[in-house]
């Protein structure tokens, strides 16, 4: 196993033993959801994880979802989820990249994304996305932005690392009109999604670190946890609500 396989293998041990991958609350995703014109009846989830999105989706709306990830491990509890809550009818799980989005175009009226549209990039997800919106259809995504142009420095220099394309939300709206998007609504997610997200985060990693105090992959969440407890109120998830033109 070389140092890459090494630091993958640690980085899911500790996010296979929590249930969200990212911030955010079911009432984050109702809100957006209630900004929506009319209810979506097509969905497509990119990027679902375990599913924390689908299943609040799933359960609000009367529409078929499907939802996709390339990460296996997460589909299959998404499954069991979907099995426990009799959704199986309405939501297909697929293991397809975000990258590579192997349908029709316009087969959607809605596309959702929370939490990892940076994996793609925000502009390039937008341009390669649209295709599959019907017309008029809807883009829903959230991605972190900074909050304030006052920036320590130390979260300054994590975040660049970490996220070199991290932007304001001024530049987010720009760049969603400029792809061909009518912005409908943007809104700062609650802090408590940040809590939720990583309580349980520090939970599992201080119970395998002791095991492995000089992981990579451990000591740079740790350092995350860490950036997000002193420097939170200059950086947010900020979601985006968004019509396609044409």
Partial sequence: MNEQERYMQ???KVFNGVERWGPGTAADTLHALKQLPTPPKTLLEIGCGKGAATLVLANALDAHITAIDNEQTALDKLSEHLHANGLTQ?????NMSMADIDFPDESFDTLWCETSIYVL???KALAAWKRLLKPGGFMVFNDLVWLTDSRSQEAAE???REYPDMQTVGKRQA??????Y?????????????HDYYQPLAH?????RPEQPDSPAFNDIATEIAI???????FGYQFFIARKVG
């Fill in 175 to 180: 760049q969603i009109q400029q792809a061909g």
């Fill in 10 to 12: 640690d980085f899911f």
């Fill in 204 to 208: 599992r990693l201080s119970e395998l």
């Fill in 228 to 234: 997000y407890e002193k420097y939170l109120s200059e």
């Fill in 182 to 194: 009518e912005l409908i609504n943007t809104f700062t997610m609650d802090e408590k999604g940040w």
């Fill in 158 to 160: 994590f975040w660049s």
């Fill in 121 to 123: 990039g925000v502009e």
């Fill in 90 to 94: 309405r939501v297909k799980p697929l």
